[in-house]
């Protein structure tokens, strides 16, 4: 069994977060195929018509993460959530590359909604992820890296069911352990928001998101919304 929840003391403190959830099994992850590829490239330059001049700060959904980064202590300038980098990337080079159907699926997704997608392998997580407050005792190892940090007292993240931190700063940096990759068969799809159409959109980012992983990859899927009202889903 997956497990997502969130901890009493993230709901009290940010009680508007909306989490869209998928849990999928047997869904052997690959290259991306050309039709996604071109799918993904369409997407973009939807996203780069409706953005257009308009600053990312006054996006709502990212001006919501904004908000939520600055209340437990970070500088969301210095440490931007995941979405503001993505469409950062999108708006100022044009494009966002292509780098397997699991993690091209969660970005084109992420820049339809402009909420982040974290795509997390549920069998290096241990199948459980919560979010929580850090002490500051955690390990973390970033993506692509060896060395194991800690994250500063206060903030908020992710932690897997091998007690290690699958996320810093919120929906800022994922770790290198819980990363998908091209031998990845199952995965628990985490997409969050802050803003007031919070839970209308991460439910239908996650049909949406359903939809393309039965196209692209099969396998079992579940899904469900957690918040303040259903802190925790399990499937």
């Not at 799918?39 to 939520?68: H, N």
């Not at 980098?85 to 100022?92: P, S, V």
Request: glycine residues 6%; hydrophobic residues 40%.
């Amino acid at each position: 069994m997956y497990t997502f929840q969130y901890d009493s003391k993230i709901l009290s403190t940010f009680p508007n977060i909306q989490a869209g959830v998928l849990m999928a099994r047997n869904c052997a992850n690959r290259p991306t195929p050309q039709g996604l590829i071109e799918r993904f490239f369409t997407e973009q330059q939807k996203v780069l018509a409706q953005i257009g001049d308009t600053p990312l700060s006054e996006i709502k959904s990212l001006a919501a993460w904004r908000s939520a980064f600055r209340q437990f202590g970070v500088n969301p300038t210095k440490y931007r959530s995941a979405i503001e980098a993505l469409l950062r990337r999108l708006t100022k080079k044009g494009d966002i590359p292509s780098i397997n159907t699991l993690v091209d699926l969660g970005n084109l997704i992420s820049i339809r909604y402009q909420i982040p997608v974290a795509v997390f392998d549920a069998d290096r997580t241990g199948g459980t992820i919560s979010v929580q407050f850090a002490s500051g005792d955690e390990r973390f190892t970033p993506l692509f890296e060896k060395d194991v940090e800690h994250p500063d007292p206060g903030e908020v993240i992710f932690i897997d069911g091998n007690d290690l931190v699958a996320a810093r700063r919120w929906c800022w940096r994922q770790s290198d352990q819980s990363a998908s990759r091209p031998d990845t068969q199952s995965v628990i799809i985490v997409t969050e928001a802050h803003h007031p159409t919070a839970n209308q959109d991460v439910r239908q980012a996650v049909a949406d998101l359903a939809e393309l992983v039965r196209e692209y990859l099969g396998g079992e899927l579940i899904s469900s919304v957690a918040n303040a009202q259903n802190p925790a889903f399990s499937g």
